[in-house]
């Protein structure tokens, strides 16, 4: 069993707080004698490997190597009935990676490229209970990618090295290709049951965070699912949101809609006090709701406002009859300040206003282009301008 400190992050700021309230101490500019620096030097290294001691997990882990066709088996048998050795649990996202991406993986592997290792977990249970299986902390899309290869139903596409093989599924293999690729080992760390859920996601989010593969929403439902993704859930696959505000099937899969609604709850409760980094303003409410669990006042908010747009705006969220898709922007501008204006209005009827005069103008337009569109005023001015031009017409 390999036994490993789980990393440790040093807080800078933990250093300046430390020597700040150290009894005489000087400024930079001022004198300081050698011995002084010498002393400080020391105490800031007591105090990091202090936090390291602190806040250090020790993580038991095994390495194994499994055979393709073995991985794949404890993965899809038991499948339907949730009762497969090898399972993805709830934090993790849907199936995204598209054929080119499946494809090049498969390659990779026919090359013999090295492949990142997947990453299990035991879950700690009582003995009665303990069923012995492991959760795919990470991993899920190449584990899902090999089900479909062995199972005949990934045909290969836009392959450069292996361009022969385009257009062919593992049953077009010579057989002897196939023995060897069913063969093929795919290393595996394993976590122990001593793991603790904390430590599986904080896993999850350290490899993903950061990366390219991962949409920050998808990184933050990883890290911090609870009962308030649920409900972003449940909202995105309502119907009247889903016809309001089309965002694609790619986007869908990537939980676009649940970004759309995040936005919309944090901005609407506090837009003000956005300053300027999207993703740090997202992560902190996320972080102060994820166990919220009621959450009726907000989902009225919303049906409130998908009811009034409905009506109101000819096209709902989306530019016109010919566009297929909503771009956050104008979204957080409608469907916020909309809501602000139902909150100082409740009877605001939305048959008497006037939308299609302002909705597509040329000064709306330009408060909901990409170029700035995150800073602060920028978000205040569209979000304030829907807002103020549906009061106008109370």
């Not at 290294?45 to 095994?62: F, G, M, P, S, T």
């Not at 300053?275 to 992560?283: A, G, N, P, Q």
């Not at 898709?325 to 605001?348: M, N, Q, S, W």
Request: proline share 4%; hydrophobic share 35%; glycine share 4%.
């Amino acid at each position: 069993m390999n036994r490993r400190p789980q990393e440790s992050l040093y807080n800078a700021s933990l250093f300046d707080e430390f020597v700040a309230e150290e009894p005489g101490h000087e400024s930079k500019d001022g004198p300081q004698s050698e011995a002084h620096e010498e002393s400080e030097v020391s105490q800031r290294r007591e105090a990091a490997e202090l936090q390291i001691r602190e806040r250090q997990k020790v993580v038991d882990y095994n390495i194994k190597d499994y055979p393709v066709d073995v991985l794949v088996s404890k993965f899809s048998e038991g499948q339907e009935s949730d009762e497969n050795e090898f399972f993805i649990p709830y934090y993790q996202r849907d199936f995204t990676w598209d054929v080119r991406r499946q494809s090049r993986f498969i390659e990779s592997i026919l090359l013999g490229l090295p492949i990142p290792p997947l990453f299990l977990a035991g879950l700690e249970k009582d003995i009665r209970e303990d069923e012995g299986r492991l959760e795919i902390v990470d991993g899920s899309q190449r584990i899902r990618t090999l089900e479909l290869f062995l199972k005949n139903l990934l045909k290969l596409r836009h392959l450069e090295k292996l361009e022969l093989l385009n257009g062919c599924t593992i049953s077009d293999l010579e057989l002897s290709r196939q023995r060897k690729f069913r063969r093929h080992l795919i290393r595996v760390i394993e976590l122990s049951d001593r793991a603790d859920e904390e430590t599986r996601r904080d896993l999850f989010e350290r490899i993903n965070t950061g990366s390219d593969v991962l949409k920050p929403i998808e990184v933050r439902r990883g890290a911090q699912f609870g009962p308030f993704f649920s409900f972003l859930d449940r909202l995105a696959a309502d119907e009247q949101f889903k016809r309001l505000v089309p965002v694609g099937h790619q986007k869908g899969t990537r939980k676009e809609g649940q970004e759309l609604l995040l936005r919309f709850f944090a901005y609407y409760e506090d837009y003000e006090g956005f300053k300027k980094r999207v993703d740090e303003f997202l992560t902190s409410y996320i972080e102060r709701l994820k166990d919220e669990s009621n959450n009726d006042q907000r989902e009225n908010i919303l049906r409130n406002v998908l009811a009034f747009v409905d009506t109101a705006f000819p096209f709902g969220f989306r530019k016109g009859p010919k566009f297929k898709t909503v771009p956050r922007v104008r979204f957080e501008a409608i469907a916020v300040g909309t809501a602000l204006a139902l909150k100082e209005c409740p009877d605001l009827d939305p048959r008497q206003v006037q939308t299609s005069e302002w909705v597509n103008s040329d000064e709306f337009r330009k408060l909901t282009t990409a170029d700035g569109s995150n800073s602060a005023p920028r978000l205040r001015a569209r979000i304030e301008y829907v807002r103020d031009k549906l009061l106008k017409n109370r």
